[in-house]
């Protein structure tokens, strides 16, 4: 460990920081009109009707949701949801989509979206699924890009603050998702002051099926209580490996601002996740009991399932001396980002005034030579110097991620001095700097953390937007920019708002999943059990005060539109089939006094909204998306009558509609 | 050599032209005939429908689907007894074309030739019949009802019907059935004038 503890190093610290200070001064972030070269509108003009060269999937952080944009143009695709409930299309309020956000807690409609992976094969992307987190209550999500939709959320236990997630391996074998809240035990309580000695923290290996997709949590790893922070997967070389960085060594449980803060170096750790995977197989993991919800989606049956899963196989940390490395590095590293080669790991403390750069060979070597440093906590510590490939100097201030293109450099994001800054990975010399509006995040060049980069461009991801858009009273909205990195300098091409607080996103050829795009839902592999295949099958049964109404939906008519016998104290199921088998055509639904939400309904999809008669009366309904010339006609009418009364159940549309026929 | 041929034969030109076309209009039983291309506003990729001897084929549904605004029947394969008796009909034609080819009579010949370009105009005024049809009896009740305004499809070439750009081409069949009747008028005449020089 190197700690300064005399009074000359302190001296120098101060001064080293005051020249700092000063050579920052003089890269001040340049003001906007001078920022934007001629040439940038050219450069990101999709002319109406031509499309993107690339799909961007943006966190949409504390939305809980995911947008999709397409980029040159940063058109604003699609809001997908996941974690949160989305009114617009009924998510999280359908009958079939609410097991999708249930929880070992139960029902949890929201959480917080940071980092997207497109999965990948050989180290490149290839546009089958994209994985995120929830931070809060941790979850990791698929969501499959044929349909764009949610289709599997796992939740994980013994876990809390689910950052280090959802990083995926070169062939997508796993998705890890590491604890930023160290905590005991799901369901043990201690005394905070405790921490010490009865938090944990835990990385969990999700397993991937390398056909369907399918998430299981394979292992979970037992671990010290530190802040797992980020990770990224080794490539290449360090293919097997997982860099995690940590803050928090000092252990701290109050006050972590300025406790978690004291120590000069905390860790990245190297994690050798095959041979954690080869302990597993010899049946070293230890059962643990515990309670997660993972939950399915199923496109025949247009349901979601979720199933309360009760074990987890866990390999303790005395069982990880030989798995787990600790590498120090500066000042609570955030970032841990592997270059493309594989063979250089870049930590960015976030609090450190370098940039240190690791090698691989160098760290495989210092385990081979048990090159340590001492322990932490029973785990070996690599000597700094020993693993170094290099420090990049006065880089700026606060760096916070690092991707790559594909000529050897290296793009820094510096959150306190909101920029980005290329430099070269081999020679660690800075090359060009721009600034960001205002204090960059994430940022993403296209395959940026892959194999493969494209680079064509790097988006940055920010917090502050104070003068850049006009005001939106306190609110603002967060953005982000997109330069041209295709030259030796950078250039600011574009600035957009983006939805929620854009964290990471991943970027990739439009090519890889434009193609597979799904259009509409067959009718006949329809398999919901409430479904019907065409109008006549259409009806209302009553089942006690149960209710349910078999509706169909066609351009531009729903049926049964006229339904009489639904009393006040029933619980009316509305199975809407939307019977269309063409692209672009769905239907909406809602029903006046719902307590939900609307639905809408893709063709070919059925789904169901429960509602409660309160009131005796009348109560119309209708399409809520304008489907087609008489859509304003496509609506109907449904007789409430008094809790008691014996109308009896009566339906139909056009002739068959209750009533004297003509 | 064209004095031993015998006035009442066909030329040999003739012969192998018969059969080629003879099989050709067979493979029109498998083909489509005609085409029916579509566009609108909402349908920038467009619809298509391919009419074949015995069969529709295509966005057939989603026509269909569209049909009821304007209170035009839905097409069903059921409705039209063409569709039972064409691949017949062409196949027997076709087979007359490869007999005449072989037997080389001058008479049968004619009269095969005659017979397809009648059944081909018969055709068309049949196909002309339905499009007319389908595009005046309209439902009385239909949603939307334009004063004055029918929808017959063009018989061939472009037709803006409401929204809807209606083109109406012939298919690889049609094609095949158009050039049959070419080289067959072409035969015709060059058989007349080769007796007259025999």
Known sequence: ?662 | MQNLIKSSSISTLTRILSILCGVSIIAVVFLPIWRIELDAPQYPEGLSMQIFSNKLSGDVEIINGLNHYIGMRTLHADDFIEFTVLPYVIGIIGLFGVIAGIIRKRWFFFTWATIFLVFAVLTMIDFYIWEYNYGHNLDPTAPIQVPGMTYTPPLIGFKQLLNFGAFSIPDIGGWIMIAVGAILTTLGFYEIKRKKHV
């Open chain 1, 1 to 662: 460990m190197i700690k300064f503890k005399n009074k000359t190093k302190q001296a120098l610290l101060l001064s080293f920081g005051l020249t700092l200070i000063t050579s920052v001064t003089g890269c001040k972030p340049k003001t906007a009109g001078s920022a934007v070269t001629a040439g940038a509108a050219e450069k990101v003009y999709v002319a109406p009707g031509k499309y993107d060269d690339l799909y961007a999937f943006v966190s949409g952080g504390f939305s809980g949701q995911l947008a999709v944009y397409g980029f040159p143009s940063a058109r604003l695709l699609k809001v997908l949801p996941v974690f949160s409930q989305n009114p617009e299309n009924g998510y999280g309020y359908s009958e079939e989509t609410l097991p999708m956000l249930n929880t070992s807690h139960g029902f949890v409609p929201y959480d917080d979206l940071h980092h997207v992976q497109v999965s990948q094969t050989d180290g490149v992307m290839d546009g089958r699924w994209v994985f995120v987190n929830g931070n809060n209550t941790p979850r990791v999500a698929r969501i499959d890009l044929k349909t764009f939709k949610t289709v599997e959320i796992i939740e994980l236990p013994n876990s809390a603050g689910n950052h280090s997630s959802p990083f995926i391996t070169e062939n997508t074998e796993y998705v890890v998702a590491g604890t930023r809240f160290s905590v005991p035990d799901d369901g043990v309580e201690y005394p905070i002051h405790t921490y010490k000695d009865n938090f944990k923290g835990t990385i969990s290996f999700i397993g991937v099926d390398p056909k369907s997709g399918e998430m299981d949590i394979s292992f979970q790893l037992e671990l010290p209580p530190l802040n797992f922070d980020l990770s990224h997967s080794g490539k290449g070389p360090s293919s097997g490996w997982f860099f995690f960085s940590t803050y928090n060594t000092e252990k701290a449980y109050t006050l972590l601002e300025v406790n978690a803060s004291q120590r000069d170096k905390d860790f990245i750790m190297a994690v050798n996740w095959k041979k954690a995977e080869a302990m597993i197989k010899a049946g070293k993991g230890k059962k643990k009991s515990v309670r997660y919800a993972h939950n399915q989606w199923n496109e025949e049956t247009h349901s979601a399932s979720s199933t309360i899963k009760t074990e987890v196989l866990t390999l303790t940390a005395d069982q990880l001396r030989e798995v787990c490395y600790f590498m120090p590095c500066p000042k609570s590293p955030h970032g841990t980002d592997v270059d493309p080669s594989g063979e250089y790991i870049v930590g960015s403390g976030k609090l450190a005034a370098l940039l240190p750069v690791f090698s691989f060979a160098k760290i495989k070597k210092a385990i081979e030579n048990k090159d340590f440093d001492g322990e932490y906590d029973g785990f070996h510590v690599l000597k700094y110097e020993s693993v170094l490939h290099g420090e990049v100097e006065k880089p700026g201030l606060g760096p916070l991620h690092t991707e790559f293109d594909d000529k050897g450099n290296a793009y820094t994001s510096f959150f306190v001095s909101s920029e980005i800054v290329k430099w070269n990975v081999k020679t660690l010399q800075i090359i060009d700097r721009v600034p960001t509006y205002y204090s960059i995040g994430h940022l993403t060049v296209p395959g940026g953390d892959t194999r493969k980069p494209t680079g064509k461009y790097v988006v940055a991801y920010n917090k502050i937007t104070k003068d850049r858009y006009l005001p939106t009273g306190p609110e603002l909205t967060q953005s982000a920019q997109l330069y041209d990195i295709s030259g030796e300098k950078m250039q600011l091409l574009l600035d957009f708002p983006t939805i929620g607080e854009p964290h990471y996103s991943q970027i990739i050829p439009a090519s890889k999943i434009a193609e597979n795009s799904k259009k509409f839902y067959k009718i006949e592999d329809n398999k919901h059990p409430y479904a019907v295949k065409k109008e006549s099958e259409t009806r209302v049964v009553r089942d006690g005060n149960k209710v349910h109404v078999y509706m169909s939906m066609i351009r531009s008519h729903l049926s049964p539109d006229n339904i009489e016998g639904i009393k006040v104290g029933d619980e009316v199921y509305f199975h809407l089939t939307n019977l269309e088998q063409d692209w672009d055509v769905p239907h909406g639904f809602a029903i006046k006094g719902a307590q939900t939400a609307e639905l809408l309904i893709m063709p070919g999809e059925t789904q169901t909204l429960k509602w409660y008669p309160k009131l005796a009366g009348i109560t119309p309904f209708y399409c809520t998306d304008f489907c087609s010339a008489l859509h304003q006609e496509m609506s109907g009418y449904i007789r409430v009558s008094p809790a008691g009364s014996n109308t009896p159940i009566q339906f139909g549309t056009g002739e068959n509609a209750p009533g004297p026929k003509k």
